[in-house]
């Protein structure tokens, strides 16, 4: 092995996105709207069978997602706690209520049964719920949307990790009333910065409209509400139609990085098994140490001193101080994951030498 660093999730972009972004400035469509932008959205909305709107973040579509359900000031939202900060920021932007819940030992994400039982004797039933499919393992939708429909309430799927992750064959972010991807440039396809709202078609208008200013003047700049400047640009859009192209073999490339891990490292590692049914793109290949003599954050410094990059788990949204006043349902499951989880180099292009160092330095740290 050379010293070059073995990064966690890096970008994995080659020709194809050079070519498409090529095209956007040889035809002159560097403004943010152009051709790229509207057959990017054609084969999202194509790959989800729903519409699709591209944006500059995934944390914009979250955010839109709220606006759409109708979520306002003092309204409660339920959120995974186990996620990015991101779920917690967007409700707290509409000066709305995050509510946080636990997560179950199956799937690693938000509770069913706590969802519920919290549902049955709340006093005031929450506007949304944000349901996040972690590390690309989907959350048990079936129950959790049976239950969002029997009390009324908007739900959001935050897919923004587990594009091309199924449940019986369907789609993940498309179970909700509103799903949410990511192309950030740690994601399985990236558009360097991004993300995308997945909504019905007859709200695909009011999501444009709030996407680009809010803007409803037929001639001129007439603006009867706060909008936001959330648009995917044109060129961004052409990297994603090159990415997107390779969107299978990615997913593939994941899972064979997942299965050899699992194989070489289950004496120190416990790994995450798929359900009956369900399809992990394994975004992430994330992992709990199995032996409490050892702290999960001496393995990630002595990966790092190893030049690995590998990180913890999602520290539990209650346990950050900037949402510890609000209300927490559950027990220590996710607190129990964040104290023993790490996720390891799962880019795909690390080559075969290269998973095979790692493996080699998680076996020394143990050893």
């Known amino acids: 092995m050379n010293n070059q660093r073995i990064y966690l999730s890096p970008p994995n972009v080659g020709d194809d996105e050079f070519l ?37 973040s995934g944390t914009s579509a979250l955010h839109l997602a709220l606006k759409m359900a109708g979520v306002e000031i003092e309204d409660h939202v339920l959120v995974s706690a186990h996620t990015f900060a991101a779920c917690a920021n967007v409700v707290l932007y509409e000066r709305a209520t995050p509510i946080f819940i636990d997560s179950e030992s ?34 048990k939708m079936k129950v959790i949307s049976e239950i ?18 199924k449940i ?16 950030n440039g740690n994601k399985i396809i990236t558009t360097s910065a991004g993300g995308a709202l997945i909504c019905n078609i007859k709200e695909k208008s009011r999501g444009l409209h709030l996407a680009t200013q809010a803007n409803s003047g037929k001639f001129g700049y007439d603006h009867k509400e706060v909008g936001y400047n959330y648009r995917m640009s044109n060129v961004l859009a052409g990297i994603g139609i090159g990415q997107l192209a390779n969107l299978d073999p990615f997913i ?29 793109n394994r975004w992430l290949t994330a992992a709990l140490v199995k032996h409490e003599a050892f702290d999960v954050e001496d393995l990630i410094s002595f990966l790092d001193a190893n030049n690995i ?13 900037a949402y510890a006043s609000f209300v927490f349902i559950g027990g220590g499951v996710g607190e129990q994951l964040y104290k023993r989880g790490i996720c390891l180099p799962s ?12 493996i080699d330095r998680v076996k020394s740290f143990f050893s």
């Open 106 to 139: 199956e799937t690693w994400n938000i509770d069913p049964h706590l969802l519920d039982n919290y549902l049955g004797q709340c006093k005031k039933l929450p506007k949304a719920i944000i349901v996040t499919h972690i590390y690309g393992m989907p959350a």
């Open 347 to 358: 880019g795909t292009g690390l080559s075969q030498e290269q998973q095979s160092y790692v």
């Open 148 to 165: 969002a429909k029997r009390y009324d309430i908007k739900l959001i799927e935050d897919a923004a990790e587990s594009l091309g992750s």
């Open 309 to 321: 990059e590998s990180r913890r788990f999602w520290k539990p949204l209650n346990l950050h101080e």
């Open 252 to 280: 593939a490339r994941k899972r064979q990085i997942y299965q050899r891990y699992k194989s070489e490292l289950a004496s120190y590692l416990d790994f995450l098994p798929e359900p009956s049914g369900y399809f992990s």
């Open 168 to 183: 019986d064959g369907q789609i993940t972010g498309g179970f909700g009333d509103y799903g949410v991807v990511s192309f």
């Open 20 to 56: 498409q972004v090529k095209s956007v400035f040889d035809g002159g469509w560097i403004a943010p709207v152009g051709p790229s932008i509207d057959e990017f959205e054609s084969r999202l909305s194509a790959y989800f069978d729903r519409e699709v709107i591209a944006l500059n």
